[in-house]
């Protein structure tokens, strides 16, 4: 204080520091740049080394980076703040009595204030063989050499764990030139950072640059021999060959010591809002620790412990509130970023922004005007501008508009906000379709040229025509250039989710071939983030169709009748209706149909409108068995709850009808034969009758079949529910080989180009029959291409869905995950 | 025959039992049986089983974002509060839950339903179904 006086230096107090990490360093740090002479210091390091930046271990890993470049503090550094370094010697005990902590080497040392900042423990998941020899974790110097030397002979590597830490070891190994595979529990990489969408990139990118990802994959056991590990094995019993296995799976705070000395602990050792623990002379800070309910494992919230507690420590308290963390990812070429709640919620909104040429995926989640969470996957230069916004919960209202777009586009502010205004201040020769290379003077000038509606724009100069991302510019030239009002509204989008329409998805699956729900989803510039429950069975649907024997049905994105192979009732039970051909049945199966009604005690069985037996009230437990029983009869499912074939009513035709001219039971038994199990656009009715006065009711059905002395009659488009409709006539066959020939080319017709939801009836009105006709008929090669591709999808499709959930498959959807009972109930 | 350790968390179990976009039910002797979902961003929620329309089995539904479509006639209902979304009115009781270690916990208070006296929650024990 003053130079000249030379006072006896007070006995200092002595701060010792457990932990020579990142946490405990950095509050030395502040500690000293308060008061630099207060606290006589000495930190214990279990790490035999100083103190450096553990986040850049992935560089090293990655040979970017050297050790010495990521050293923060060297050894000048404790020996000009007179700070004792203990390196390479942990601290087994703390004395709380005796205020001394004693080290592993016997060494004891006094404090008047104990700082704990022993950082995280990887989490060793607990399965045989994690113990082996080669087994490693990723999260100081020493596991990064031991990967090292590894992968120096090459070979195969395990990562276990698709979350940061995980991927960027997989990605250091790979860069050394090991063969990795990525093996993650979760359906999704970086689940608590990522959403689905942006998973999904992230999981082709890395593909494309050689790791194989496996996800939703649980490891049941690594294996070894002679000790050392030789590869892993999945619960569904895949095996991946590995030289090393590196455990990346979580961290868990080291509270051992803390524990071991009754400070109070849950999760992390619990601290209040100036990093103090249950014992006021001990502190902590770092991983270790958990502040108000929340444990972090990311670097910036431990800047800011370590501000509160240095003010605590100097007597000036100010307290710590917690943190909202945002992620990077240290991979380099991947540019990805994620900030706060991006789970959404009712009153949440989502901004999405896909661009699927330049791989770029945004999400922004607003709640109350605000920002809550942001997802950036491809472009992420304005991650830290909604990180910004989001910390400041600053109102974003008045860019809600433009926001999406970033911060160059939005913070113009007032007229610039609004996107039309940003459109009409592009230059006219500003490219708007990429695809087709229209400017927007060319745009403009069709507009005023009398394209008034996004159909005639597209039409005239081809803007927005092909992959559609530049619809919403188009939309605002429209609207620039006729005023709002003006602006015809364009074809029917397939719902709130998309902007293009049921034929736009149809048309763009098939040209960039998208094969799953996802890849469809980015490509075509979704604006959710998993759709909902009118698009998903859509794409389902227009995905199995389009890629018969390589789609693989998703589930969860069907309806519950489809899902449960049976028609859910008001009260939850499930009917069941097996299929009876063409309605013919025999003793066995109604005696298995009997025998199933009382068995189950099904309160109602019922001759229905379809020409079968419905049997009601079934309960989603007892499904297998139920169909176990009819399946053992016979019989198979009659997808009475599917958008699919339906029934297909005859009645008794020239067999034994005085006026019957052709066999329409026979003919009806062999078309449902040819057609059951084929998914539709909607449900698909057939019929056959054996002469005009038409008993089966063929002339209000799907496709309906008239039997005449000289052949068959076909009909087609016709509907007798809601708006009853008769068919149209398309044409008249001889033989009973061409009549099935023609329906199953018609079916695929209607399956190839009807929208999801939308029967032969409405269909048939949209496109108009002489359309059809011409379909079918103007190549004569057409009936039978079209046929053969129905056959081809019928490989895959006509099997009973019965059979394999009687034989077990997909029991999680039969049964309760357990039961809970009262204890007192079960004593009684 | 139960080490009766009452907690204040009921585990049900891990999370892999509930394959990510889908739910699965627990019934609760004496009350309303619970749908456990797991959406497709990997979040665990807990409802009662009943859509506030006409019961609907929400388990059922086809889940999306963090909502549910009821099976019955199509109402969106909220995952996390419960609410019915958009224009329909009502709203489905929710059952607190976390995720520890890889398994799911209810709350086991708001699983078995105190008496009408505000006694203490009974004990209770998750059987295998
Ligand atoms: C069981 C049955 C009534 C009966 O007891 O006879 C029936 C029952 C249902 N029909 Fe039907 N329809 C039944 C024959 C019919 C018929 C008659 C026919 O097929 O010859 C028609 C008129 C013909 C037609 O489809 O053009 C018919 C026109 C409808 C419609 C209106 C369709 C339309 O395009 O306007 C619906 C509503 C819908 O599909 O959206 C419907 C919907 C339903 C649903 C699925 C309602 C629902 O969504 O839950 C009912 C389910 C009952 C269940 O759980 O099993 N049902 N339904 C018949 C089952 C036939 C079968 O064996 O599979
Ligand atoms: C490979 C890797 C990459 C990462 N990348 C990022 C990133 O990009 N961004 C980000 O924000 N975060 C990242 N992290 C996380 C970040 O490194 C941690 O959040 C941070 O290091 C935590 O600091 P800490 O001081 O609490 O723990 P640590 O830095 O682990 O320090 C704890 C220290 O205490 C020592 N210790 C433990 N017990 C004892 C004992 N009994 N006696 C003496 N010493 C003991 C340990 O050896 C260790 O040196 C990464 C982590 C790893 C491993
Ligand atoms: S007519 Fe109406 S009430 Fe009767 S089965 Fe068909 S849908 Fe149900
Ligand atoms: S019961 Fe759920 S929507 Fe009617």
Known sequence: ?828 | MMSATVGKWLDIGPTTQIEPGTARTLPVAGADEIAVFHTMRGEFYALVNKCPHKQGPLSQGIIHGDSVSCPLHNWRISLKSGEALGDDKGCTPTIPLKVDNGRIYLLREAVIPTGPFDEPAPAAQVAAA
């Open chain 1, 1 to 828: 204080m003053n130079a000249q006086t030379t006072i006896e230096t007070p006995k200092r107090e002595k701060l010792v520091v457990i932990g020579n990490g990142m946490a405990g360093c950095r509050a030395v740090e502040e500690v000293l740049e308060r008061d630099a002479d207060r606290y006589d210091i000495t930190i214990f390091g279990a790490e035999p080394r100083v103190n450096y930046n553990r986040i850049m271990l992935s560089p090293v890993l990655a040979g970017e980076k050297t050790f010495e470049e990521i050293v923060i503090n060297g050894q000048d550094w404790y020996d000009d703040n007179g700070i004792t370094l203990v390196g390479g010697d942990p601290v087994d005990h703390i004395d709380r009595e005796a205020k001394t902590v004693v080290s592993r080497s016997g060494r004891v040392e006094p404090y008047d204030k104990l700082l704990i900042a022993t950082g995280s423990d990887p989490f060793i998941i607990p399965i045989p063989g994690n113990d082996l020899e080669g087994v490693v974790t990723f999260r100081d110097l020493d596991d990064v050499d031991t990967m090292l030397a590894a992968a120096e002979k090459g070979g195969d590597a395990v990562v276990i764990g698709g979350g940061l830490l995980g991927l960027e070891a997989a990605h250091g190994l790979s860069l050394r030139g090991m063969k990795v595979t990525v093996v993650h529990l979760m359906p999704t990489l970086m689940e608590r950072q990522l959403d689905e969408a942006a998973g999904y990139l992230l999981r082709q990118e890395l593909e494309g640059r050689g790791q194989t990802i496996l996800t939703s994959a649980n490891t049941k056991v690594i294996h070894g021999v002679e000790g050392k590990v030789v590869g892993i094995e999945l619960e569904d019993g895949t095996k991946v060959k590995a030289d090393i296995v590196v455990m990346a799976a979580g961290i868990k705070p080291a509270t051992g010591l803390a524990k071991g000395a009754n400070l109070e602990c849950e999760r992390g050792i619990v601290v209040d809002d100036h990093m103090v623990t249950s014992d006021p002379d001990i502190l902590a800070v770092g991983e270790c620790v958990q502040h108000r309910g929340a444990c972090y494992g990311l670097v910036a919230p431990l800047w800011e412990m370590c501000r509160s507690l240095a003010d605590h420590l100097t007597e000036q308290p100010s307290g710590y509130e917690g943190s909202v963390t945002s992620t990077k990812l240290k991979v380099s070429g991947i540019d990805l970023f994620s900030a706060g709640d991006f789970s959404g919620g009712e009153d949440c909104e989502d901004i999405v922004m896909r661009d699927a040429s330049r791989g770029i995926y945004k999400r922004v989640v607003v709640k109350d005007g605000k920002i809550v969470g942001a997802v950036l996957y491809g472009d992420t230069a304005d991650g830290n501008w909604y990180f910004d916004l989001l910390k400041k919960e600053e109102d974003i209202s008045d860019i809600r508009e433009a926001l999406i777009f970033g911060q160059a586009f939005a913070s113009g502010g007032g007229a610039l906000a609004d996107p039309n205004a940003a459109v009409a201040a592009l230059s006219d020769d500003a490219e708007i379709c990429g695809c087709n290379g229209v400017s927007k003077g060319k745009v403009v000038q069709c507009i005023n040229g009398g394209a008034h509606s996004l159909d005639a724009v597209r039409s005239t100069c081809k803007a927005s025509a092909s992959c559609g991302s530049c619809t919403n510019l188009v939309e605002s030239l429209l609207a620039i250039t006729l005023g709002e009002d003006a602006v015809a509204s364009g074809p029917k989008t397939m719902c709130k989710c998309t902007s293009f329409t049921h034929d736009d998805v149809r048309r763009l699956i098939l040209e960039k071939e998208l094969k799953v729900i996802p890849q469809v989803m980015q490509e075509l510039h979704w604006t959710t983030p998993d759709g909902c429950s009118s698009c998903r069975p859509a794409l389902n649907y227009y995905l199995l169709c389009a890629w018969p024997g390589e789609y693989e049905d998703d589930e969860k994105s069907r309806f519950v009748n489809e899902r449960l192979h049976a028609n859910i009732q008001k009260d939850g039970t499930y009917s069941v209706v097996p299929r009876m051909w063409g309605g013919l049945t025999s003793p066995k199966e109604l005696r298995a149909i009997a025998d199933v009604v009382e068995k189950y005690d099904a309160p109602m069985v019922k001759v229905t409108g379809g020409q079968r037996l419905d049997i009601f009230g079934i309960k989603k437990e007892d499904l297998p068995a139920v169909w176990a029983d009819l399946n053992a009869a016979g019989m198979v499912s009659g997808h009475a709850y599917g958008k699919a074939l339906r029934t297909v009513k005859t009645c008794v035709g020239s067999e034994w009808c005085r006026f019957g001219t052709q066999d329409s039971t026979g003919l009806g038994v062999k078309i449902e034969k040819m057609t059951w199990g084929s998914y539709m656009p909607h449900k698909f009715k057939i019929a056959v009758s054996g002469c005009p006065r038409n008993c089966a009711e063929a002339t209000i059905k799907d496709f309906g079949v008239v039997c005449v002395d000289s052949g068959y009659e076909l009909h087609v488009g016709g509907n007798g529910g809601i708006k009853v409709r008769a068919t149209d006539l398309l044409c008249k066959v001889e033989t009973e080989e061409e009549a099935m020939e023609h329906c199953a080319a018609f079916i695929q017709l209607y399956r190839e180009d009807a929208h999801y939801l939308e029967r032969t009836a409405p269909w048939l009105e949209r496109k108009g029959l002489d359309w059809i006709k011409s379909q079918l008929f103007d190549d004569p090669e057409r009936i039978t291409r079209l046929a053969a591709r129905f056959r081809l999808s019928q490989k895959y499709w006509q099997v009973d869905p019965w059979a394999g959930r009687a034989a077990g498959a997909h029991k999680d959807l039969h049964s309760h995950i357990a039961e809970i009972r009262p204890l007192e109930m079960e004593n009684a």
